[in-house]
């Protein structure tokens, strides 16, 4: 049975939503809607493939590359883990997360070009402030930050995860690891990480808005969410664990069911009871569920702050020296050459590239020559390290 992907799902409802609702869309929306509908297809070109060993022919269709594309978001991962080895420092990692209240869901949502910058800003620097106080580390961190804007059933909900080495720089250049409270790296408290957060984001929040836009009034005792906790440690632990959050789409593919001409049917995990449950929403409320969470143009979904921002690369390659013991530990430059590719009909000849092909040359291709489709079994596959191909 083949897997069903979000692809399809937008290839069965897209024409109908984008009839009924383009003029009100966001640019960033159609695009994207547009993006994921034609990633490997005929219609973004591609690359005529043959394996060295059975001969046969493969076409190669281009992936649109988008960010909420979840075929293309593996790929992503995997390229932004590779650059980030270069930036990791041998210490602890902390998990930071910063909630806003669900009063605050909508406003953020009708003004992001204003309040991403502003949530983003007002998470940053209530964390550095914290750690900057003598009572916690007393220094200048560093964070990578991530925006998420989904529930698990798709609804608006922001929140920023913010990765963060153990650890702050003093000003007189000595590092200033985090100390250990029960038993675990502790990095500082929640309770007042939450309330500073919660401040900082309403001041801001007030200056960015136009003067007819209010704020909505926050339940008295409502508390602002903020979690701490250490991610394991190791260098490829840190890796994965940042990749899980930095490229992740609002839906995954393996979480679809089903599709027909009404609906979409998912399954998600209820984040209060954690069990498996199934929501089945008509096709065009499952697209906009969906792509609210498509940022528009021009914002950014990760950030880099303090010492992990580019502009401190010197900084932090010497503190990667310094906390290494003087030696050089940094990973070697990652090799630019692509992995070679797998014939996926015979599974263990090499693909080799022998032709760029347009849109149209690669529907024209289908009619006049019976190759195989790569994409029936998805992409070809990489060789392993030390597999051979005659």
Request: net charge positive.
């Amino acid at each position: 049975m083949p897997v069903l992907r979000l692809a399809d799902v937008a290839r069965r409802h897209g024409p109908a939503y984008l009839a009924q609702y383009r003029g009100a869309m966001l640019p960033s929306h159609v695009r994207a809607l547009s993006a994921i509908t034609y990633c490997r297809t005929p219609a973004l070109g591609g690359h005529l493939g043959v394996c060295v060993q059975c001969g046969r022919r493969h076409l190669l269709y281009h992936s649109c590359r988008h960010r909420a594309c979840p075929r293309c978001g593996h790929d992503a991962t995997e390229r932004w883990l590779t650059r980030q080895r270069q930036q990791l420092l041998p210490v602890p990692y902390f998990h930071v997360v910063l909630t806003l209240p669900s009063e605050l869901r909508r406003l953020v949502r009708s003004h992001q070009k204003a309040l991403v910058n502003v949530l983003f800003r007002a998470a940053y620097e209530a964390l550095a402030e914290l750690c900057a106080d003598e009572r916690h580390l007393g220094g200048q961190i560093g964070a990578l930050a991530v925006l998420h804007t989904w529930s698990r059933t798709l609804s608006y909900h922001p929140h920023v995860h913010l990765l963060v080495p153990g650890g702050a720089l003093g000003s007189d250049g000595t590092w200033r690891p985090a100390r250990s409270g029960a038993g675990q790296p502790y990095l500082v408290p929640e309770r007042a990480l939450a309330k500073l957060f919660a401040g900082k984001f309403l001041a801001k929040a007030r200056r960015a808005l136009p003067p007819d836009v209010s704020i909505p009034t926050i339940a008295a005792g409502t508390r602002w969410i903020a979690n701490v906790k250490p991610v394991v440690p190791g260098a490829d632990a840190v890796l994965r664990y940042l990749g899980r959050y930095v490229h992740r789409t609002a839906i995954a593919d393996g979480a679809l069911l089903s599709c027909d001409d009404d609906s979409v049917s998912f399954r998600y995990c209820d984040s209060r009871t954690h069990e498996r449950k199934t929501m089945t929403l008509p096709g065009h409320e499952f697209l906009r569920r969906f792509l609210q969470h498509v940022l528009p143009q021009g914002l950014h979904r990760v950030r880099a702050y303090g010492l992990l921002h580019s502009r401190h690369r010197t900084t932090l390659r010497q503190l990667q020296l310094l906390l290494a013991g003087g030696t050089d530990s940094a990973e070697p430059e990652p090799d630019d050459t692509s992995p070679r590719l797998r014939c996926p009909h015979c599974r263990q000849g090499e693909l080799i590239l022998i032709d760029h092909l347009s849109a149209e040359q690669c529907f024209a291709m289908l009619e006049v020559l019976a190759i195989t489709m790569s994409t029936a079994r998805g992409p070809p596959q990489p060789l392993q390290p030390g597999a051979s191909s005659p």
